[in-house]
């Protein structure tokens, strides 16, 4: 069974070079051996010319990570207080649900009036997009933690700042992991629509794969498409790799 | 223990109503409850199921405030959990991402022991309970047994001056549950510690207790108080300890003909 996780990809690439090179699937799209060509030629030459693809990787992977760290980094502790206090709960949750809802593009006027063009408004909307389900997640796992964890804690001297960072935080970890590898997947999915409306700086996959189809080279477009993929790929990896290890007593 | 007659935990008059939610009546569950438990003893409380036992040894611990009445800990009104009366859950609650070791220096850390010394402490008392080699490992790794006495060498390992010991070994198969029983008199016979063991039944709190307080159904009164001179280790077949499990017997079934009336 194995062998299909390897056998299927080929067997579209290969279904895909024969209808694209018979010219089949209108003249724009391009066949997989063109995408690979592209790749190299964005790698080395760049496009525009002299931007590379390692320099619009980087710039994409900057802003998701700016985005998503400040997303982590508020989102925990708020949803450790929200799930320990309903007092915290009650007052904050009308707020998330009302906010959440909106998609973080809704947010780029806004963003360019206080962050300009650049890296601030697009990792402002990276965050609006990893902040929400990095708090529910939070919320979710520390309501659940079994209760008497928190009395174990406290009858062995343990007072509210203790459970709060020895006890409930460890206990919602996992939920915690998970609401972090939904966040960086739709900050990166952010970044690349963030890029294409908002960014003007020269680098960004986004702002790429936008100028290509002004200049009508559909290789780059479907490149940029491929590294955008296999670079989320890797980036939930990564994090699955860190949560088996983070997360090995379970 | 010692000796100078003070309870270790004393309770006055102590009672705990619950309000329901739903109905919004006041539920009594314990009602004016006066108990005294001797220092270095081992005491048993037993009663029928549903009956407020837990409630009571949570009232103890300070993880319940009582409606009226008192507890005292060596002569000092209670107000609270603290780590001078240690607590042992029916559901072991251990942290599972903490390994044993680390399960038993967590209240070490608390009380400002230092690393090391709180590691050469808690080795110590995993040794106690018979768990040396086994600090490393994770508690998913160990069986339920294991489970409680890292539960206990974690409580013990604070140096509580009463143990409050909630059904500890009542999810435990009968095999487990009998070494366990027998594991915590050795314990108890080796370390000196005043212990109040809460069970529904009543084989148990006859092969454990010294002193066994006997509770009525809800609201919780104490309608037996007997002392237990057997001496230890006791042998189920003894005509004395089947004589003092019947009696005990005779009035939970009494109690609970009683709720079946009502």
């Not at chain 1, 189809?213 to 490149?223: G, H, K, M, T």
């Amino acid at each position: 069974m194995k062998k299909w996780k390897v056998l299927s990809p080929l067997i579209v690439l290969a279904l895909w070079q024969l209808l694209a090179g018979l010219g089949l699937l209108g003249k724009s799209t391009p066949t997989p051996v063109e995408v690979a060509q592209g790749i190299y030629q964005l790698t080395v030459t760049g496009f525009p010319p002299g931007y590379r693809l390692p320099g619009h990787i980087a710039a994409s992977l900057g802003r998701v990570l700016l985005g998503f760290g400040m997303a982590t980094l508020f989102a925990v502790p708020l949803g450790i207080l929200m799930g320990w206090s309903p007092a915290f709960d009650n007052a904050l949750d009308p707020l998330v649900e009302v906010v959440r809802p909106v998609p973080p593009l809704a947010w780029l006027p806004l963003a360019l009036t206080w962050f300009g063009l650049g890296m601030f408004s697009s990792a402002f909307l990276i965050f609006l997009g990893a902040f929400f389900p990095i708090v529910l997640n939070t919320v979710s796992g520390v309501k659940s933690v079994d209760p008497y964890l928190v009395e174990a804690a406290r009858t062995l001297g343990a007072g509210e700042a203790t459970v709060l960072a020895r006890v409930l935080a460890p206990a919602a970890l996992p939920s915690i992991i998970t609401g972090m590898r939904i966040g960086v997947g739709i900050g990166w999915m952010t970044v690349i629509a963030a890029e294409m409306v908002g960014v003007k700086s020269g680098y960004g996959l986004g702002y790429m794969i936008l100028t290509a189809r002004d200049v009508a080279r559909f290789d780059y477009v479907v490149a940029g498409m491929v590294v955008i993929g296999v670079i989320g790929f890797l980036m939930d990896r990564l994090i699955k790799a860190a949560e088996k290890r983070v997360l090995r007593w379970r | 223990m010692n000796g100078n007659g003070r309870p270790a935990l004393e309770l006055r008059s102590l009672s705990k109503s619950f309000k329901e939610k739903k109905t919004g009546r006041t539920l009594e569950v314990l009602s004016g409850l006066d108990i005294e438990v001797r220092p270095g003893r081992l005491t048993c409380i037993v009663g029928p199921s549903g009956c407020g036992k837990t409630t009571l040894l949570r009232v103890m611990g300070g993880l319940e405030a009582p409606t009226s009445g008192e507890v005292f800990l060596g002569g000092k009104p209670v107000r609270g959990p603290g780590p001078d009366r240690g607590m042992v859950f029916q559901e072991y609650a251990l942290f599972p991402w903490r390994t044993v070791l680390r399960n038993v220096t967590f209240g070490l850390a608390l009380k400002g022991i230092p690393a090391r010394e709180a590691r050469e402490r808690a080795e110590v008392y995993l040794g106690t309970v018979g768990l040396s080699g086994c600090e490393d490992l994770y508690p998913r790794e160990l069986s339920g047994g294991m489970k409680q006495r890292v539960a206990i060498a974690r409580t013990l390992a604070v140096e509580p001056s009463v143990l409050l010991m909630d059904e500890p070994f009542a999810s435990l198969d009968a095999q487990t549950r009998n070494g366990m029983q027998e594991f915590l008199v050795d314990l108890w016979m080796r370390t000196g510690t005043t212990i109040v063991f809460v069970t529904h039944s009543v084989d148990e709190a006859v092969f454990l207790g010294q002193d066994i307080i006997g509770l009525s159904r809800r609201p919780a009164r104490i309608v037996e108080r007997l002392e237990n001179t057997l001496g230890y280790p006791r042998t189920r077949t003894d005509p004395e300890f089947t004589g003092l499990r019947a009696r005990i017997l005779e009035y939970l079934v009494k109690e609970m003909a009683m709720e079946r009336k009502i």
